[in-house]
C-alpha cells in the first residue's frame, strides 16, 4: 500500500519558517514528480509546489520565493522549506503525487501562523 506521511508542522509566528517532510513508502519514490499541496479553513486544496523526478521545481506565485521544495530520493521523502510565513499560509498541509491519487492522501501537517 502506498503511503504519504507529513510532519513538521506547527504554530509559528510571522515571518518565521518551518520545514515540513513527507514520507514515501511502497513506490520506486525517485521515478515519480511530488507536490505539496494545502487546505486553508473553508477552501479547496490546492497544489502550490511541485518537483519532477528530474529535481525541477516549479511554484504558484504567492509562495514563489518564500518555499523551497526539495527532495531526498535515497531517503523516499520530499521536503518544504517554508520561510517568511504569513498569516494566509495557515493551512493542513498535504503531499502527494503531482497528479494527485485521491486513494493517497495522508491525514497531513498542520500549519498555523499567527503572532
Known amino acids: 500500500q502506498i503511503q504519504f506521511v507529513e510532519s513538521g508542522g506547527g504554530l509559528v509566528q510571522p515571518g518565521g519558517s518551518l520545514r515540513l517532510s513527507c514520507a514515501a513508502s511502497?513506490?520506486?519514490?525517485?521515478?515519480?514528480?511530488m507536490g505539496w499541496y494545502r487546505q486553508a479553513p473553508g477552501k479547496q486544496r490546492e497544489l502550490f509546489a511541485t518537483m519532477a523526478s528530474d529535481g525541477t521545481a516549479n511554484y504558484v506565485d504567492s509562495v514563489k520565493g518564500r518555499f523551497t521544495i526539495s527532495r531526498d530520493n535515497a531517503k523516499n521523502t520530499v521536503y518544504l522549506q517554508m520561510n517568511s510565513l504569513k498569516p494566509e499560509d495557515t493551512a493542513i498541509y498535504y503531499c502527494?503525487?503531482?497528479?494527485?491519487?485521491?486513494?493517497?492522501w495522508g491525514q497531513g501537517t498542520q500549519v498555523t501562523v499567527s503572532s
Open positions: 502527494n503525487f503531482g497528479t494527485p491519487v485521491n486513494a493517497y
Open positions: 511502497n513506490i520506486i519514490f525517485s521515478k515519480y514528480a
